[in-house]
């Protein structure tokens, strides 16, 4: 470890988009190692919209690894920012900045302090998947900044230890997290089926109906759900594998009909496992029912489905528009029947793109 006076601090800055799951993954067979009971599928977002940027630095004058999240200042004690960081500092290589005279040896990485400063441009812990874009985030940086050899696939099982969905935010385009069947998680990880250029005529539109933080994380309602819903094994056994295949299929043949029926039907099996969850969990509300009736008597009036919706532990919409024409008049429709800011409690819209994670440092 070297540098002038040890004054020196070695930064590097990345961002991260969200992903929305379209099979969702509800429930863990393994609390700490997050190993879920199904295998689950998403799509990445626009970074310009829902994303994680986040700064890792490391300086010899840091006297203990610290955090802040949007400017203030967070605990790293819990479990799993733990487990990420020191699966991290395994693999930590050797590191040299010729032009600032630093040289950082793999073993340094233990001794030395990180500070981390993350930002989110969407409202955190609403279900808009904030976990996914953040904890992602944290892994790719601080792999760039110890210099990892693991290529996006093996950092995803690092970042899976920190939130089970982040593991799919290391891609961009269509994403399957592989449950796994290996008892220590090394199998567990996310795996590109599509990337972001393929089906590129999709067009995402977020309702926003409330910002506010919800009530059930996700943490402790599937754990609920595992313990206490009648429902959740067939699920997991019986209806997801299935689906999984199918989805698959989907996306390869751009098959929007298919994508939407299996994207809805999910969506809306994952909130009926929560109302079978003793006590029952209520993630969407009165407007998130009200646009899933829009949209279905809108499909059902088409030859063919325009809109998929989908909600994750939240009530706010995500809509996938077959194509940009379809988009302008779902955003024509939501406007007129639920305008923002009105008394349906709706606060904005976020329109974007499928997306690709990007290396900003
Ligand atoms: C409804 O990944 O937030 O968004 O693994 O406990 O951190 P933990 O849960 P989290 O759960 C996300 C659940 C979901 C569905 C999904 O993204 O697949």
New binding site residues.
Partial sequence: MGGEAEKWVLMVTARTPT???V????G?RDETL?L?IND?I?VTLDPSHLCTTTTVSVSPSFDQDRMWLNGKEISLQGG?FQSCLREIRARAQDVEDKKKGITIKKEDWQKLNLHIASYNNFPTAA?L?S??AG?ACLVFSLAKLMNLKEDNSQLSAIA?Q?????C?SLYGGFVK?CMGKEENGSDSLAVQLADEKHWDDLVIIIAVVSARQKET???SG?RDTVVTSALIEHRAKEVVPKRIVEMEDAIQNRDFPSFARLACTDSNQ?HAVCLDTYPPIF?MNDTSHRIISCVEKWNRAEETPQVAYTF??GPNAVMIARNRKTAASLLQRLLYNFPPQSDTDLDSYIIGDKSILQDAG
């Avoid at 099979?23 to 509800?26: H, P, Q, S």
């Avoid at 920190?162 to 982040?166: F, L, V």
Wanted: glycine content about 8%; aromatic content about 14%; charged content about 20%.
């Fill in positions: 992903n929305i799951a099979i969702k993954y509800w863990k997050i879920p689950s998403s799993r279900g998947a976990s996914a904890l899976r920190g939130s089970g969905s982040a799919r997290w994380s996700s943490t599937m994952f993630y994750d532990a």
